[in-house]
């Protein structure tokens, strides 16, 4: 019985492997959104994109029996409401926070109305890769059992990263970020970097929602996203624009859900309100730390009409 | 400016007043017109769940297999003034002369409205809710799916090697208390050194949530899980995928976990809806508090799957009898609570209606957990 049982040790594991495993789309959307905002814009909406992949991933890779096809098609059609959203921000006196909130709710309302059949189904799943065959503990197994696009969003992020700093494109979109009107000088359109922004970002929050539907917890229903595309939007400003640094958030997101289920398994059952709300805690508690008078909103893209 | 506002008001009460005699005055004509009932449903989910709502929505479609009603249905309607919205629809513009608003949250305030504002509409709740003093053709009814649960658990304290069960609850209310202690009771009836390890999730519907309470518990060494939450579906998959046992819960989740499913409770709606109709068509009064468990038909339990041995199949079979004959009381004395004090005198017995059971605030012992 007890060579089964992990007990306390139980705790960090459950913490780590739910990092692993809830991360992954909260690290897809931020790293969408901080392409998206890093080129000036914010876009509410990646939660309504959240859904509506996981939505179209779920189906695609139900009725052609390829997950890989679902996640592709996730993306695509992320990518077709983030260019909508670009395109409607371009018309003038358009409001980008209040236009993705319409996205948000346009998103979320279409996956549910077109979901309608995709709810009893199962589709194949995602292949994960199993990194604990070293070990003989089923837990520890199961915890490594690591799903392929968690490794393409943590590659993801610092080759962002590299190109946001480094490459011409990234200049360009950091250019049109923190000043439009330099960049309308130099004879860059504002307007179409943003689209091509707002739809990379899109692509990759249809990406994180088909992880939601074909990854875990593995299958379609309307409760799936429970606000995980807010939070990962909110997650940017907490990781400062930074690619890399949304990666950590993510996981630290991740390993934060998993925490009050994890004490409540082991016996700490006191307070699981509080512990289930450990995500919420530890942004607020970052935010009041890390926030100084001086550099609140160091890093900022000067075009973002929440440091404008 | 205030003058502005107080005419727009006031024309935009009287348009709403035209408008919703305009909308109710076709509504009667066409409800008597058409001489057979019209019977709506109104779910808060998805009907294809594999969970509450399915469960409902399988009573529906027994509803219209009778023959002679119209039936209508309505996914997704959330417990607020929505649901007041549409239950005006379903009588105004179809008709509907037999509702079951289905969600427990529907009841206050929103059918108690809904049914002084129409009489001669019958309303009919799942959950129990109804009391003295509220509208005539407004009726409650509930299932004593304890029951079902007390075998799952038998079956369950058979198949498990670690001695540790899982129950993956939503919140601390009296109804999933019953359900965790008819579980625990029932499996520490088979082996008292059984404990019930339960995880709340917070709220009826959070899958990321119950994925992660599931993982937890089987890392802790817990081999057959149960729950009670809108839709078992994710945690059934979750926990087929890791290898270990679940018994199911609403409906069945049997097609899901083809190994590890054990056996599940569930909701008979097909079975009592269908007798609510006849009475009404008939011109019965029906009563304003309908329970039942096992005895009755109300709730009903799943097959056995085929990783359940001989031996616990005999033992839930004998108690299901006794269930069906001699009126078995789950709680029967004595029972101590997980914090040591005695609930359950010895000798005392709390059987299936007794009130006490309803307003439950405690885990029995062996039970791991705590309400707050």
């Known amino acids: ?308 | 400016m205030s003058d502005i506002t107080r005419i727009s008001r006031r024309a935009l009460l009287k348009g709403a007043a035209v408008g919703a005699f305009g909308l109710a005055a076709p509504g009667l004509s066409s409800a008597f017109a058409a001489g057979a009932l019209t019977v709506g449903f109104v779910y808060v989910g998805s009907r294809d769940d594999y969970g509450y709502n399915q469960a409902h929505a399988a009573g529906a479609s027994a509803v219209k297999a009778m023959g002679g009603v119209k039936v209508l249905e309505e996914e997704r309607v959330p417990e607020t003034i929505e649901v007041q919205k549409t239950l005006e629809s379903m009588i105004a513009l179809d008709g509907a002369g037999l509702l079951f608003p289905t969600s427990f949250g529907y009841y206050d305030p929103h059918v108690l409205k809904m049914a002084a504002k129409h009489k001669k509409t019958t309303f009919m709740h799942a959950g129990g809710l109804w009391s003295e003093g509220h509208p005539d053709n407004a009726h409650s009814y509930f299932g004593y799916i304890d029951e079902a649960q007390h075998l799952s658990g038998i079956v369950a304290a058979h198949v498990t090697k670690s001695k540790k069960l899982g129950f993956i609850a939503a919140k601390p209310i009296p109804q999933v208390l019953r359900n965790i202690n008819a579980f625990a009771l029932g499996a520490r009836s088979v082996d008292p050194s059984i404990t019930v390890q339960v995880v709340f999730t917070g709220d009826w519907s959070m899958p990321v949530k119950e994925a992660e309470a599931t993982n937890s518990l089987i890392d802790q060494g817990v081999d057959v899980v149960t729950c009670h939450v809108d839709s078992p579906k994710v945690i059934v998959t979750t926990a087929e995928g890791r290898g270990i046992f679940t018994c199911g819960y609403h409906a069945s989740q049997a097609s899901l976990a083809p190994k590890g499913y054990l056996t599940g409770a569930e909701w008979n709606w097909e079975s009592l809806y269908p007798s609510f109709v006849t009475k009404v068509l008939a011109g019965e009064t029906i009563p304003h508090i309908v329970r039942g468990g096992l005895k009755a038909g109300v709730v009903k339990r799943s097959p056995y799957g085929a990783a359940v041995p001989e031996a616990a199949r005999k033992r839930a079979d004998s108690v299901f009898d006794a269930f069906m004959t001699k009126d078995y009381a789950i709680f029967t004395g004595p029972i101590r609570d997980n914090k040591g004090n005695s609930v359950i005198a010895a000798g005392a017995a709390q059987g299936q209606t007794d009130i006490a059971l309803e307003k439950m605030n405690y885990l029995v012992e062996g039970v791991v957990g705590s309400l707050a």
């Open chain 1, 1 to 308: 019985m007890d060579d089964m049982a992990l007990g306390w040790w139980g705790v960090p594991l459950a913490v780590l492997a739910g990092a692993i495993r809830v991360s992954t789309p909260f690290l897809f959307v931020s790293l969408g959104e901080c392409l998206t905002e890093t080129g000036g814009r914010v876009n509410l909406g990646l939660e309504g994109t959240l859904v509506m992949g996981a939505m179209s991933g779920f189906g695609i890779a139900y009725l052609t029996g390829s997950p890989w096809l679902g996640v592709l098609v996730a993306g695509l059609v992320g990518a077709m409401l983030g260019a909508v959203h670009a395109s409607l921000c371009a018309l003038p006196r358009v409001n980008d926070i209040a236009l993705g909130i319409a996205m948000l709710m346009l998103g979320t309302g279409l996956a549910f109305f077109l979901g309608k059949p995709l709810i009893q189904p199962e589709a194949p799943p995602l292949p994960a890769l199993d990194l604990g065959w070293w070990s003989d503990t089923e837990q520890i197994r199961s915890a490594l059992r690591v799903n392929a696009l968690f490794f393409v969003g943590a590659l993801l992020a610092p080759v962002l990263l590299w190109a946001l700093r480094n490459t011409r494109w990234g200049l360009i979109l950091r250019m049109v970020g923190d000043s439009a009107e330099t960049a309308r000088a130099i004879g860059y359109s504002p307007d179409r970097v943003r689209l091509y922004a707002t739809a990379a970002g899109g692509f990759l929050a249809g990406v994180g929602g088909s992880f939601l539907s074909l990854s875990y917890p593995g299958s379609w229903n309307e409760g799936l996203s429970s606000g995980q595309g807010i939070t990962a939007v909110a997650l940017v400003i907490f990781a400062r624009w930074n690619p890399l640094k949304c990666f950590w958030a993510s996981l630290l997101f991740g390993g934060a859900s998993a925490l009050g289920p994890a004490l409540q398994s082991v016996g700490v059952t006191q307070g699981y309100h509080l512990f289930n709300a450990a995500p919420y805690v530890l942004t607020l508690a970052i935010m009041v730390m890390t926030s100084t008078a001086r550099g609140k909103m160091a890093g900022a893209p000067g075009e973002l009409s929440v440091s404008r």
